[in-house]
């Protein structure tokens, strides 16, 4: 290069060599563009924009000294035309910029992930909020644009944002978040920073203002799980955000983000590193997320970092971020930001109330800080946008109303606004006797009347005791040997729907399995399985319910309700039998939600395995354009329309198993075998209509 450029710089003046060098090197920037993003910046372009122009616009100097004819009849042209052909460059690059942003493209170079295999998990921490718009751009633009896992923590309920929860560690908001920072460090080593002028540890009793010690509890929260899974042998990389973020264009992908850093968006630092949206490489994510234990045991170090003892300046999260990356030598690397924070009216917040937004306003949520949507916008290209013909639903109204009221069953369901019963009655399904109800209303009759000498009954609100001894189990066992009848007089010949289910299950399935009841009274669905021709895996059947089972019996294994919540598929079997037409309607202690049926599919489907089987026992109507009905707080009867919706997931395996005798009403429960071959996304998709 440098013989080239001596030749060059003995053919022309200097002038014309430092316009060909600016040309050459518009070229090359041309094609790093494309290639590698990191160093492409607005700034970078308008730079490079007056250098095109002030070469547009340069002319020749009289020269001093003659050259040879031959060369004076061969550069001046030569450079003319590059002179001449400078405005075209300048045209055409910033025509391709703005195509190129025009589709989203503008944050990163797509390079599609043709390997099939998930290396990225989506981490969502704290209350949920934003809503159902927020939510659509999280499932379009973060989860499917990373081809990613999602695991939430927090109090919520993540499936309202997306069906496909990975992996769902629930954590109820202590009142005092002092009292879970207690736990990572002794009260000695920080509480008295609760002292300082700041507001790091916001969410601490009687300490700082704002929510970033809620952030920092949860940053230590996830690094215990993702510690102890080993989930960072499983992903190669880590997103961390935030549920009330609208995610405008596609998500950087992260084979176009720095390996070896730690990647935030950019703006929105105050003095540190932003804190709202992060992405951790595997090798990186647990020393990232250690910065709480750090500030916890560290104090003193913290203190002298930030001015010593005497006139300690105000300090937020971001600074505290800041301050513990650099001390770890942790490299941050910026991309662009293509997502803002939106905020509903009934979204409770420790910070930003929001700021009226003339587009946003249509979807009755505000914009929580302005200079996130501005960035988003420039990465993306376009600018935020919505139907305006169109009356967006206020979906506060029936959360906001739930929320307010702290609706816990059982109650009147009458009491609920229309809005809340409307939201009930999706798929042809209409309220009867609205206004009766019930506590529990569990009777003797709930359970086989073999049962009853090894059962002791209460009353109708307590019930049965739930104790499955070792008695209890044989006694069943011979009788359904014998030919008896093992059904709940409910239920009349409940048995002989699950034993024809589990036979045809048995027929797709030639290796052991594991197998789940879910709900149960008495263990008459176990005895049945136990029975069968199934190959259980370590002899025994699981059995699942959000009120304790004291299981005296090695051949059943108990398992509470909330430890599933963070698991997925590790179950080949799952049976349902006059469960799912409760939930959500607050009869048995549960929250009252209109989509708490079809919540319950969801979870089945997430614990079974691919190609796995759910036994599946609902009352439906005996005509098929007949609509369903709910009958007060006490269960509902479906509608073919409902029942279709609710099976969505999975394919129906064979006829619907139906009782000899000819029963009506909530005792017509057919019994389905369902097969898992569909994706769970058709729940969140239902979920999305019926809260719209």
């Known amino acids: 290069m440098s013989v080239a450029s001596f030749h060059l710089r003995g053919l022309v003046s200097a002038t014309y060599f430092t316009v060909i060098g600016t040309a050459c090197k518009i070229l090359s920037v041309f094609v790093n563009y494309f290639i590698w993003d990191k160093h492409a910046s607005p700034v970078g372009l308008g730079a490079l924009g ?38 075209v460059i300048f045209i055409c690059w910033f025509l391709l910029h703005g195509v190129r942003k025009s589709y989203g493209l503008g944050v990163t170079t797509i390079k599609p992930n043709t390997s099939g295999s998930i290396d990225t998990l989506v981490v969502v921490t704290g209350s949920i909020r934003g ?15 990373l081809h990613a896992d999602f695991a939430y923590i927090g109090p919520g309920d993540p499936y309202i944002m997306s069906s496909t929860v990975k992996y769902h560690w629930h954590f109820e908001d202590p009142l005092d978040w002092g009292t879970f920072l207690d736990e990572v460090a002794p009260p000695e080593k920080w509480r008295h920073m609760c002292q300082w002028p700041s507001q790091f540890l916001g969410g601490v009793l009687n300490c700082h203002r704002g929510s970033a010690g809620i952030l920092l509890a949860y940053r230590e929260i996830a690094r215990r799980y993702i510690d102890e899974l080993s989930l960072d042998k499983t992903y190669k990389w880590f997103v961390f955000t ?50 709480t234990q750090h500030l916890l045991h560290n104090s003193p170090e913290v203190i002298e970092h930030f001015g010593g003892t005497q006139g300690l300046k105000p300090n937020n999260l971001e600074s505290i971020l800041k301050f513990y990356f650099d001390k770890e030598g942790l490299e941050v690397r910026r991309f662009n930001r293509t997502c803002f924070g939106v905020k509903r009216a009934c979204d409770l917040t420790r910070w930003s109330a929001g700021s009226d937004h003339p587009v946003l306003k249509h979807l009755k949520l505000k914009v929580k800080y302005p200079r996130e949507l501005a ?67 569990i009777d003797k009759d709930q359970v086989p009347r073999q049962a009853f000498p090894f059962m002791i009954y209460h009353n109708s609100t307590v019930g049965w005791s739930k104790n499955y001894s070792t008695v209890l189990v044989d006694t069943l066992l011979a009788a359904n040997a014998n030919g008896e009848d093992i059904s709940c007089a409910h ?15 048995n027929m ?116 098929e354009d007949t609509t369903g009905s709910i009958e007060g707080n006490f269960y509902r009867i479906y509608s073919a329309e409902r029942r279709k919706q609710l099976v969505c997931g999975f394919d129906v395996v064979g006829k619907r198993i139906q009782t000899q005798q000819k029963l009506s009403g909530w005792q017509h429960q057919d019994v389905y075998v369902l097969q898992k071959t569909k994706s769970v996304n058709c729940y969140a998709e239902i979920i999305k209509k019926i809260s719209s």
């Open 242 to 291: 935030r549920s009330d973020q609208m995610h405008l264009c596609p998500h950087p992908r992260t084979e176009n983000l720095d390996e070896d850093s730690i990647n935030v968006p950019e703006g929105e630092d105050y003095g540190g590193i932003s804190d709202r949206h992060t992405v951790y490489p595997a090798a990186l994510v647990l020393k990232g997320l250690n910065v």
């Open 491 to 505: 239920y009349p010949e409940s048995a002989y729907q699950i034993k024809i289910a589990l036979e045809r299950v």
């Open 375 to 441: 960035l988003a916008e420039r990465s993306c290209g376009f600018k935020l946008t919505v139907n305006t013909n169109v009356t967006y639903t206020d979906e506060c109204l029936q959360e906001q109303f739930l929320r307010d009221n702290n609706v816990i069953g059982p109650i009147d369901l009458s009491t609920l606004p229309l809005h809340v019963l409307d939201a009930f009655t999706y798929f042809n399904m209409e309220f009867k006797g609205i206004t009766k109800w019930g506590k529990y209303s």
């Open 131 to 145: 809503g159902q718009h927020a939510w659509q751009t999280f499932r379009t633009n973060l989860l499917a644009e």
């Open 50 to 87: 007056f250098c095109i122009f002030a070469a547009m616009v340069f002319e020749q100097a009289p020269l001093k000294r003659q050259f040879p004819a031959s060369v004076q009849k061969t550069y001046p042209t030569s450079l003319r035309k590059l002179q001449n052909s400078l405005p």
């Open 508 to 623: 797709a399935i030639d290796e052991p399995v594991k197998v789940l009841v879910a709900g149960s009274i008495s263990p008459w669905v176990e005895i049945m399985i136990l029975s069968s021709d199934l190959k259980l895996a370590q002899g025994m059947v699981s059995v699942t319910d959000y009120n304790p089972i004291i299981v005296e019996d090695s051949r059943i294994e108990f398992v509470h309700l909330l430890e599933l919540q963070n698991q997925s598929s590790i179950f080949d079997v799952v049976v349902s039998h006059s469960r799912i037409e409760h939930d959500g309607l607050g009869r048995y202690g549960d929250p009252v939600d209109p989509n708490g049926d079809f919540k319950a599919m969801a979870e089945f489907h997430i614990m079974l395995r691919d190609k796995g089987f759910l036994v599946l026992g609902v009352p439906t109507v005996e005509d």
